[in-house]
């Protein structure tokens, strides 16, 4: 079945400093991919919408200069979290359509296993 | 955005069924209802999602009223491992994006 994995799982990083982590459509093609952000005992909050070869959708609120997106190949997208503060810890959700073929379900939305970020 | 109801939380006894509604009333007529759950500290995962009419697969089935005002999300034999967050999201099909509201947090007792 169609996979989507996140790289790293968790990391811990000094405040100030910049993280980056990787989405990957393990054995499919995604034009289009979607970050979502969710903090302890709340719901999931997307934040933005990651498209292969042009600029990142983001929802609104969501400070674009902060949260660096790219979408360099069809299976690979990045989020770039800059200059982290303690504040931005969160756990980080990317997600991608799972394409016809792949299930008996259209235009399923499969999501990666999470990154959880932790800002000292 | 689609805005779903669904209550906060909801218990189990294990090998029961597992009922679990939403509501849904601002739905439109191209807008599927969708099922995901979210297991602790995982990635959400996809369960069902339909239409109008009610849905069967290998993992759950789902009710769907006939003014599509509301559905019902059921496990017939819940086990501990069922033990979750559960979402009810609807959007439109030639839409990608999935805004999640709350869920239901399910919890299943021995």
């Known amino acids: 079945g169609a996979v989507v994995s996140q790289h790293p799982s968790w990391v811990i990083c000094k405040s100030g400093t910049s993280v980056k982590i990787e989405c990957r459509s393990l054995?499919?093609?995604?034009?289009?991919m979607f970050w979502y952000r969710q903090f302890p005992k709340q719901s999931l909050m997307l934040m933005a919408t990651?498209?292969?070869?042009?600029?990142?959708?983001?929802e609104q609120g969501v400070e674009k200069d902060k949260f660096l997106i790219n979408h360099a190949s069809l299976t690979l997208s990045t989020l770039t979290v800059t200059s982290a503060h303690p504040e931005d810890s969160s756990f980080y959700i990317c997600s991608a359509r799972v394409p016809a073929g792949y299930t008996s379900s259209l235009n399923v939305l499969t999501f990666g296993a999470g990154s959880r970020l932790t800002v000292l | 955005d689609a805005k779903t109801t669904q209550p906060t939380s909801m218990d189990c006894a294990e090998g029961r069924a597992a009922n679990l509604p939403c509501n849904h009333s601002t739905i439109s007529g191209n807008e599927y209802v969708y099922w995901y759950r979210q297991i602790h500290s995982q990635g959400p995962q996809y369960i069902i999602h339909?239409?109008?009419n009610n849905e069967t697969n290998e993992m759950a089935s789902l009710i769907i009223t006939e003014d599509r005002k509301s559905s019902t999300l059921i496990l017939p034999h819940a086990t501990l491992r069922d033990t979750a967050v559960y979402y009810c999201i609807y959007r439109s099909y030639n839409t990608d994006k999935l805004i999640f509201g709350t869920g239901t947090r399910l919890q299943v007792f021995p």
């Open positions: 990651s498209n292969e070869g042009s600029k990142a959708t983001y």
């Open positions: 054995d499919f093609q995604a034009t289009t």
């Open positions: 339909g239409l109008k």
